[in-house]
């Protein structure tokens, strides 16, 4: 079978090398075509898995164009096209997979994740959930359905998720790590650790889990505790800039104050941008009475972004200590129409 | 206490004197340690005698006389004590290592507001040996006083430790309260009060003493004490050696405070007038007057003026008795106010009273053990809610001297007073607290370091409880944010499923002039009908190329512009797979005459119904007829030589009847077709092989007219 195969693509190119030139392209008829569109698809699949995105991106072309049904093709298309941020592109290869075969779960995975990625959350649910629909085993699109519900604020919905993502494979450190963050925003704080040690246990180099973990700790006043975990986080991954950010909180709250403006200072230093860090670096200015600097960095912060409302609020904070209650007043304001409950408080 | 120049001693009779007061052990290894370092590193005390400085006894004298009259002073105490140290202050630029006047200096500093200029001075006698004892204590109260407490219980302690038993038992209670007040003021000062604590500046307080602020309801008009001098002549009390209290006031204008005037009317006068209260209505204001012993009297407002001083009804004052601060509830039917009056828990206590049915006051209460203390309560200031009153104490816990103190009457009961709090009470004297109408603000008394002299009046700004801070703690919550977990997103490979192929290529030719022609070229599969291609031939060379699976009959039907379509049938068998087959196609001009062959119309053996394969064929016949409309043609039947001739004719003439049937059918005019069936009268190949006997089965057609 094989020499035969081989024999009649020989034959084929030799006959379009030679006759190219001179002649129309060769004119292929039948099973003949399917097999040119299936190699092109094979290669574009390894050429994908070389990382040469634009290679990949023409065998799938070929393949499409040799075989106009070739749904896996455009699916794989979709893939290639979504990597290099062809969104559109994505979405109109992954929908015509779908329309040639409806129990298409990748293809609506896939489509899910892009469309999550645009933003449209309620639209990658419901891609996610039509892929559980088709394989409920694709643990992946209960994870990514989950980090829809928390972004959701749905942390029930998220957990329920996570878990079954978990039960269906029980080394995801990701669903780990997830579950415990949306256990957190439910104030479940001892099931949260829980589900972050889990995490790092089944990958120690988990940089991300240890931060959270660190945050927790950082929640329940063991700053020791939380300064070692941001320290492992930062020590895991170098230049981890949440994590050093963190650690400089933990050191604040320690009353190392020099050692938290050590840490911020890297942050700041590597991005004077960081309106976060910013933001930070203006709390401990503000724990050490230095009230004018620490309005100085909420106001680089507000100018940075905007609509940051915790600037708003600490510097609201700062001017009622500078004596300006004006505006104190101000700033409470915009934190509350940004959403920030309690500066209402503050304003009453 | 005697002057500094009677009371100097030599170094031993010092060190005995110590010895003496050591009773433990301890204390004397302590005192052995404490002489053996002093001896080491300890400046000389200098006298202040011509043995030290004998080439200056000019200066000498002025020292000595500058000594002499600060002790004077000294002695006298209360406000004489600021001259008495300025005194001391010239003798010691003179002599800066005498010992007892270094204490002096600092014992000064403790009664005024620089009591951070006490500790050197107190310390430095200490090193130049002074030879007293109480110099720890005083040592204590300045460390106290500058908030550093732990020293300050380190040298009570050392103090009381170094006392006789006689002195300790004397001693010992103030000494513990002093001890104390310093551990209050280590727990007052763990949790600070949010507040903002102004002077209320040099238009409002004095470099003398300035206190008792009393607030108009509206809280625009403050009154208060001060013991500024007046006039020309200013008189002093010979008690304190301190200018009589008169009562001023300062009106709020905007943010800013007015400068203080005397309050007109008839309330001040030569003797102590000071603030002690106002009426909720601000109509009546309470005065304390200090002639006669000290007593409360009121004054009403009436046509824009403070009326005469009126005494308090007998209920509320005593014989011999000082009745210091009074509030009023704010129905004016239950009253509090400070009096020293016997019946209480010791100093200066606070007792309420309250209108019987005819109006009268009824005999007044202590407030009880829970409220007053041992030592004395003062300034009250009664909430308008009638049950929180605040008040001043220098019992319950207390960080030193006078603190402000709050107390809530529920269930029946006053209950435990709660101390305002640091930084609003200070280890020295804070007094005379009025809440502002706002509840953000109100004022007291304090000396303080920012004072303008004496006592100040201060404003407090209350901030509420901690606003917490927004901390931005960053967080990963969503791992695949950061690290998306490890997918395959991509379809797996296929495996490919080879099919045996033929080459099938050829030109397209003019079949007069065998130029090469552009010609379209359809592929149909024969069994289904289906347009497998179209395509053209390339128009350089006219060549094509085809690569078709084997083993399928399909047909060939090639057309170009003015020319005759050409059609073909070509049955790949399975021994043609790979290998290639040529076939070069000439077409015929669109000419009267020509005639070419439908090569792939089909019947069935014997019969003229078309097969269903044949349609395509038809179809370009139809086109070319349609995009002919002037073209008539004449369909022909021909066939091989098997059978007879007149069947054959029949046969024939049948089938080129359903060809132009056909057409008809379509919607071709009938008369541009004609049809006549040949038989085998037409052979274009010998009838001899199958091949050729083939070819002859066949139908043509044949322009007729153009």
């Known amino acids: 079978m094989m020499k035969h195969f081989f024999l009649s693509f020989m034959m084929v190119c030799l006959f379009t090398g030679t006759l190219l030139s001179q002649v129309a392209d060769t004119v292929r008829i039948g099973r003949q075509n399917l097999m040119q569109a299936e190699k092109a698809y094979n290669d574009g699949i390894s050429l994908f898995n070389e990382s040469k995105l634009t290679e990949s991106m023409q065998m799938f072309n070929e393949a499409i164009s040799l075989r106009p049904d070739f749904f896996q093709a455009y699916y794989n298309r979709g893939v290639v096209k979504a990597e290099t941020g062809d969104v559109n592109g994505a979405l109109e290869d992954f929908r015509i997979a779908i329309d040639a075969n409806p129990e298409f779960a990748m293809a609506y995975f896939a489509r899910g994740k892009v469309l999550m990625g645009q933003g449209d959350k309620q639209a990658a649910i419901s891609d996610f959930t039509q892929t559980l629909a088709c394989n409920e085993r694709l643990y992946f699109a209960h994870y990514y359905r989950g980090t829809l519900y928390m972004k959701k604020n749905d942390f029930d919905k998220a957990i329920e998720d996570f878990t079954a993502a978990i039960n269906i494979r029980a080394d995801f450190a990701h669903a780990y790590n997830d579950r415990g963050s949306a256990r957190k925003q439910k104030g479940e704080l001892q099931a949260a650790i829980s589900d972050y040690q889990q995490a790092v246990l089944l990958d120690p180099g988990m940089a991300l889990a240890y931060n959270n973990l660190g945050s927790i700790r950082l929640e329940l006043e063991q700053y020791n505790q939380a300064h070692d975990l941001f320290t492992t986080a930062i020590n895991l991954s170098q230049g981890y800039k949440k994590a050093l950010n963190n650690r400089a909180i933990a050191n604040m709250k320690l009353g190392r104050y020099d050692m938290a403006l050590e840490d911020i200072n890297s942050v700041l230093d590597e991005n004077p941008e960081n309106y976060i860090a910013l933001t930070t670096r203006g709390m401990i200015k503000y724990r050490i009475k230095d009230y004018e600097g620490a309005a100085k960095d909420y106001t680089l912060a507000i100018r940075l972004n905007p609509d940051y409302a915790p600037a708003y609020l600490n510097r609201g904070i700062v001017r009622e200590m500078l004596r300006d209650p004006g505006g104190a007043q101000l700033d409470w304001e915009k934190a509350a129409n940004l959403g920030i409950v309690r500066a209402s408080e503050y304003l009453e | ?706």
């Open chain 2, 1 to 706: 206490m005697g002057g500094i120049i009677n009371k100097h001693r030599c170094y031993i009779t010092f060190v005995k004197g110590m010895i003496n007061s050591f009773k433990v052990f301890a204390g004397l290894i302590l005192l052995l340690g404490f002489l053996s370092f002093t001896e080491t590193v300890s400046a000389q005390n200098k006298e202040f005698t011509r043995a030290y400085f004998p080439d200056d006894s000019r200066g000498l004298r002025e020292a000595r006389r500058n000594v002499r009259e600060g002790d004077r002073l000294f002695e006298q105490g209360g406000g004489s004590i600021v001259a008495a140290l300025d005194y001391y202050l010239r003798a010691a630029e003179f002599n800066p290592d005498n010992a007892l006047l270094n204490m002096r200096i600092g014992e000064c500093y403790l009664s005024t507001p620089r009591v951070d200029l006490s500790v050197n001075y107190l310390e430095r006698a200490i090193e130049l040996n002074v030879p007293t004892l109480r110099v720890y204590y005083l040592l204590g109260k300045a460390y106290q006083q500058n908030y550093r407490f732990d020293e300050a219980i380190e040298q009570f302690n050392f103090y009381r430790q170094s006392l006789t038993p006689q002195e300790a038992i004397q001693q010992r209670a103030s000494i513990d309260r002093r001890i104390a007040e310093c551990n209050h003021a280590k727990q007052l000062i763990n949790e600070p009060l949010r507040v903002f604590i102004d002077n209320m500046g040099s238009s409002v307080n004095s470099e003398f003493d300035d206190y008792s602020p009393v607030l108009s309801p509206d809280g625009n008009t403050l009154y208060f004490t001060s013991r500024r001098p007046l006039g020309r002549n200013p008189r002093m009390d010979k008690n304190d050696n301190k200018y009589f209290e008169n009562i001023f006031m300062t009106r709020k204008v905007g943010e800013q405070w007015t400068t203080a005037e005397l309050l007109e009317g008839r309330i001040n006068s030569r003797t102590h007038e000071a603030t002690s209260g106002i009426s909720p209505d601000g109509q009546t204001l309470y005065v304390y007057r200090g002639d006669k012993g000290g007593d409360l009297f009121e004054s009403h407002f009436n046509k824009g003026r403070w009326g005469k001083l009126q005494k308090l009804p007998r209920a509320l004052r005593s014989r011999g008795t000082q009745e210091t601060s009074i509030v009023f509830t704010s129905d004016g039917n239950r009253v509090y106010f400070v009096s020293d009056r016997p019946g209480g828990f010791g100093g200066k206590d606070i007792w309420t009273s309250s209108r019987n049915e005819r109006g009268r006051w009824n005999e007044p209460v202590n407030l009880g053990s829970a409220v007053n203390t041992e030592y004395d309560e003062e300034s009250l200031y009664l909430a308008p809610d009638d049950v929180t009153l605040y008040f001043s104490s220098q019992g319950h816990n207390s960080m030193g001297g006078f603190d402000i103190f709050r107390t809530v009457f529920r269930n029946g009961r006053w209950a435990r007073p709660e101390n305002l709090g640091y930084p609003v009470n200070s280890p020295a004297d804070d007094l005379f607290f009025v809440m502002g109408p706002d509840d953000n603000t109100a004022w007291f008394s304090s000396m303080r370091k920012d004072n303008y002299g004496g006592s100040d009046i201060y404003q407090i700004t209350f901030l509420g409880p901690e606003k917490p801070l927004f901390i931005p703690v960053a967080n990963d919550f969503i791992a695949a944010a950061v690290r998306p977990p490890n997918i395959n997103m991509m379809e797996s490979e296929m495996e490919i499923i080879s099919v045996p192929m033929t080459i099938l290529r050829g030109k397209v030719l003019d079949d007069n002039t065998e130029e090469p022609l552009e010609a379209v070229i359809e592929l149909y599969d024969n069994e289904t009908e289906a347009l497998l291609a179209e395509f053209n031939s390339a128009p350089e060379t006219g060549e094509y190329i085809i690569s078709l699976p084997g083993g399928k009959n399909y047909a060939i039907a090639v057309q170009a512009e003015d020319y005759l379509f050409h059609s073909e049938n070509m049955n790949i068998s399975e021994s043609d797979v790979d290998r290639e087959i040529i076939n070069d196609i000439r077409l015929k001009r669109v000419e009267v005459g020509q005639s070419i062959v439908l090569n792939n119309i089909f019947f069935d053996t014997g019969a003229a119904e078309l097969r269903p394969e044949s349609y395509a064929e038809l179809g370009i016949l139809y086109k070319l007829m349609f995009e002919n409309p002037s073209l008539k043609i004449e369909i022909s039947g021909h066939t091989d030589n098997v059978g007879s001739a007149g069947l054959n004719q029949r046969l024939s003439e049948r089938r080129a009847r359903s060809v132009v049937d056909f057409l008809i059918g379509r919607g071709i005019d009938p008369e541009r077709l004609t049809y006549k069936g040949y038989g085998f009268d037409r052979p274009i190949a010998s009838n001899e092989t199958a091949e050729g006997r083939q070819m002859n089965r066949r139908t043509e057609f044949e322009i007729i007219e153009k």
